[in-house]
């Protein structure tokens, strides 16, 4: 086997060290050394987006990324996106829109789309649509994803909780919320 | 993947050394987003990856009216699109590096990446071509400038000698009365590897209505992304008028070799290179007379 490689990195606000393979990536390492498997393993060449994570800030596919260049990075996953308040806007307008089916593109989605609207509050339809175009879904058909990206931006605006939305995007979602969350 | 030996120096010289040691058994790793999926697909062996992304050289840009731009090989494309100095100053490098993959792709690939992996279908090559882009090159043997034209030499190859390191490229400032356009066709709104795609650009006289120079460049519609010679040549003293849009994408039609494969037949390359042609000329001919 390989010589491993002691890397020292942030993933989610705590500091991680961890040895790997060069040849690992980082979706590998997050996977398999670290056991963090919310992040999803789609196409493993960069087309899917399902292993989507901030890396330094930036949104990347974390499967076009070497295990090895974390090392003093900061990382932020979909374990890093709740709070021990609860779920974040996005991950509560997904609930409620019913915006997942197999779930497996979801991590991926909520990451991306986290870092739109971090960025741009109130991104329109077409922007989202721009901006997630790099994350695909083979059961949703999207609609139902832009709907609870643009209710978690409005909520985002509106200070943060997903159950004061009030939107035509959120209209129709008031039986799923009690089904998933009461 | 395959096993390799991996090292992130943080120095050219230190680069090109370990470049050197290995010849065509090291590659160099930017963005990764080509080198990493063709090494996990086994296009081929290699003993040893090299991280530029701790280079300072090729890690920053500088871009202003004066000098033009100087873009460090490793830069993503995402900092390129961002950059206020660089959209008002090159929209035409805008035009492809914004629209090369998703947003995640463009927050790791780089146009020095691009140009390196020397696909035919690169979309950053034709914008550097037709803006006079020059590869500034770092080697065992010193230094080089090659222009970008020069720089593919087939499908996946280029012009770099073992331990060369692509370290920058440089776009002359722009002129007065000057504009330049990319654009490509996709059967998707986002996230394809082009049909064909095609960049122009013009250089117009003060009085805005005839073309002093020009080039075009198309990709996808042969083995290397192609520099429009010809028909480059055509638009110097024309006036800046449909007939000659029509003339020089005629002309354009002719350079172009493309083969049938998945993504379209040789005659749909052929015509959808004369459509990409005149409308990069319209908006290059647009934006010098607004510039």
């Given amino acids: 086997m390989a010589d491993k490689i002691h890397v020292n990195t942030t993933i989610n606000d705590t500091e991680v060290d961890f040895l790997c393979e060069s040849r690992q990536s980082l979706l590998e390492v997050l996977r398999d050394v670290l056991g963090m498997t919310g992040t999803k393993e789609g196409c493993n060449d960069g087309n899917c987006g399902a292993c989507t994570v901030y890396f330094d800030g930036r949104i990347v596919d974390s499967c076009c990324v070497l295990g090895v260049e974390a090392q003093g990075s900061t990382i932020l996953t979909i374990e890093g ?102 | 993947m395959q096993e390799f030996e991996y090292v992130a120096p943080n120095n050219l010289e230190d680069a090109i050394k370990l470049m050197a040691e290995k010849g065509p058994k090291a590659k160099i790793l930017a963005g990764g987003t080509d080198v990493l999926v063709q090494m996990r697909g086994g296009r081929f062996q290699i003993d040893r990856l090299v991280n530029v992304n701790n280079i300072p050289e090729l890690n920053q840009f500088s871009c202003s009216e004066a000098d033009g731009l100087t873009l460090g090989a490793a830069v993503p494309c995402c900092e390129i699109y961002e950059d206020q100095t660089i959209q008002k ?89 000057y504009g330049a356009h990319f654009l490509r066709f996709i059967p998707r ?6 049909v064909a795609n095609s960049a122009a650009s013009v250089l117009l006289d003060d009085s805005k209505q005839h073309i002093v120079s020009g080039r075009i460049a198309i990709g996808s519609v042969g083995p290397t992304v192609i520099f429009a010679k010809d028909a480059s040549a055509l638009l110097a003293g024309k006036e800046a008028n449909e007939a000659t849009i029509e003339e020089v994408a005629e002309a354009t039609k002719k350079a172009a070799s493309p083969i049938n494969d998945m993504r379209g037949t040789i005659d749909q390359r052929i015509h959808l290179v004369g459509v990409l042609t005149k409308r990069a000329l319209r908006t290059a001919i647009s934006r010098a007379r607004e510039g």
């Fill in chain 2, 189 to 194: 709104n986002e996230m394809d590897i082009a």
């Fill in chain 1, 81 to 182: 996106v709740a709070s021990p308040d609860g779920l974040h806007p996005l991950q509560q307008a997904f609930l409620e829109e019913a915006a997942l089916q197999c779930g497996i593109c979801t991590p991926g989605f909520i990451v991306a789309a986290k870092s739109l609207l971090e960025r741009e509050p109130d991104a329109d339809e077409a922007r989202i649509r721009h901006w997630l175009a790099g994350n695909l879904c083979r059961c949703t058909g999207y609609d139902k994803i832009i709907r609870a990206v643009l209710k978690a931006g409005e909520v985002m605006n509106q200070g943060g909780d997903a159950r004061k939305a009030t939107t035509a995007a959120g209209a129709g979602a008031t039986d799923q919320r009690d089904v998933y969350n009461d």
């Fill in chain 2, 89 to 177: 100053l090159y929209p035409g490098l805008v035009d492809s590096a914004s629209l090369i993959g998703g947003i995640q792709i463009q927050g790791r690939a780089t146009v020095g990446g691009n140009l390196c992996n020397a696909a035919p279908s690169g979309d950053n090559i034709p914008s550097l071509i037709v803006q006079e882009a020059v590869a500034i090159v770092a080697g065992p043997n010193g230094r080089r400038n090659i222009p970008v034209e020069e720089f593919c030499s087939g499908p996946g190859r280029n012009v770099l000698q073992d331990g060369e390191i692509l370290v920058a490229i440089h776009i002359p400032a722009p002129k007065a009365n």
